[in-house]
Every structure is written in C-alpha cells, then in structure tokens.
T-cell receptor, first 115, second 115 residues
Framework: EAGVVQSPRYKIIEKKQPVAFWCNPI?????LYWYRQNLGQGPELLIR????????DSQLPKDRFSAERLKGVDSTLKIQPAELGDSAVYLC?????????????FGPGTRLTVT | AQTVTQSQPEMSVQEAETVTLSCTYD???????LFWYKQPPSRQMILVIR??????QNATENRFSVNFQKAAKSFSLKISDSQLGDTAMYFC????????????FGTGTRLKVLA
C-alpha cells in the first residue's frame, strides 16, 4: 500500500513569491491534515479536511495561505506571498475514521526555505 | 483547550540501556487517545505506540511501553534495550475522540542512542 505522497520534497523561493505544495493521502483515508513544523518543534495543525470539507482551519493564516481538497482526495496548500517566517517543513497526514484508531499517517514533508 | 508538554528537549542513552521520556497533558475530555510518534532524522514520522484513555492497562509494543497515569495526566514512554535506530525526535500527541477531534503535539524530545 502506498503511503502519503508529498511533492516537492524541497523548495527554495524568494520572499513575496508564491509557492504550492501537493499531497496525495493513503487511498480510502477520508481525513487529511496539513501541518507546519518549525525546526526543533512539534507539528502545528494548519487545516483539517473531512472528505472535501475543511472542518478546522482556525490556525490557517488566511491572508496568505489557502488550501483545497477537490473531490476529497488529493490536496494543495498554497502560500502567496511567502514571507521569511514561512520557512518550515510542511507535513501532510491522513487518517481513516472507520478504524477508530485515530492514528495519523504522515508524508515525508516539504522543506520550504524562503530567502 | 488541550495542551501537551514534553519537558525534556534532549536525552541520551547508551545502547542496550533503558530510557524514559516524559509527557504531561491537560484536557477536560473524558474520551481520548494518547500517542508517541517517532521522527528519525530526515525521515517521516511514524507511530510508536497508542493508548486509549478508557483502558487502565498500559500499552506495550515490543521494546516500547507506556506508563499512563490518567489522574496525574501523565504519559511516559519507556524504551528498553535501546538501539542505534531509536535515535530520533519523539513526539507525544493527544487526540480527543469527539467534538473537534483536535490533534495536539508536544514540542518533542530529541533522543540520541550512543554506541
């Protein structure tokens, strides 16, 4: 079974430029999460989807961040314009609410460097 | 609001020895899960062990076990017979099983296993 796929793995951009991250969750997982992980810190939730609905986006900086999960499968997270403080690893995770384990499966992350 | 606290930023242990990582949490929920996730250097995060709050018996997975003290809101991870491959960041996490289902991670403990 394929795991959570993320691309790109690394991205270097200049500040004020746009950037987008893509995530494909494990097949059949209805819940998808985007996290931001700063160096030496734990993941912080940005947005959680149940199928195609964003059910928790309270931590998403909506002035510059946007996300979508069309058709309830893969998802894209966008930053426009990027700021120096956005440098971090962006993690995507997925889970199934049908197994009642509440375990999340993580992708390898996208390391973003804003210069 | 739920919080998860890991008070040990870094720890080290000799190979084959035993080490315990600490985690405390705060919640008003009655039903929840607690997790320990492992994030090896430059690799993706994986689940180590899971504990359901309604179970009094401590979870065990091979060399990994937890000491779950519900009244004290404490959830420590014991790694027995430490191996070099255990070197990683370890994150304690909390998930409510109702309401917002919000997942909260601690700040992590960097564990280094010494040869």
């Amino acid at each position: 079974e394929a795991g959570v796929v993320q691309s790109p793995r690394y991205k270097i951009i200049e500040k004020k430029q746009p950037v987008a991250f893509w995530c494909n969750p494990i097949s059949g997982h209805n819940t998808l999460y985007w996290y931001r992980q700063n160096l030496g810190q734990g993941p912080e939730l940005l947005i959680r989807y149940e199928n195609e609905e964003a059910v928790d986006d309270s931590q998403l900086p909506k002035d510059r961040f946007s996300a979508e999960r069309l058709k309830g499968v893969d998802s894209t997270l966008k930053i426009q314009p990027a700021e120096l403080g956005d440098s971090a690893v962006y993690l995507c995770a997925s889970s199934s609410n049908r197994d009642f384990t509440y375990e999340q499966y993580f992708g390898p992350g996208t390391r973003l460097t804003v210069t | 609001a739920q919080t998860v606290t890991q008070s040990q930023p870094e720890m080290s242990v000799q190979e084959a020895e035993t080490v315990t990582l600490s985690c405390t949490y705060d919640t008003s929920e009655n039903n929840y899960y607690l997790f320990w996730y492992k994030q090896p250097p430059s690799r993706q995060m994986i689940l180590v062990i899971r504990q359901e709050a309604y179970k009094q018996q401590n979870a065990t997975e091979n060399r990994f076990s937890v000491n779950f003290q519900k009244a004290a809101k404490s959830f420590s991870l014991k790694i027995s017979d430490s191996q070099l491959g255990d070197t990683a960041m370890y994150f304690c996490a909390f998930s409510a099983t109702s309401g917002t289902y919000k997942y909260i991670f601690g700040t992590g403990t960097r564990l280094k296993v010494l040869a």
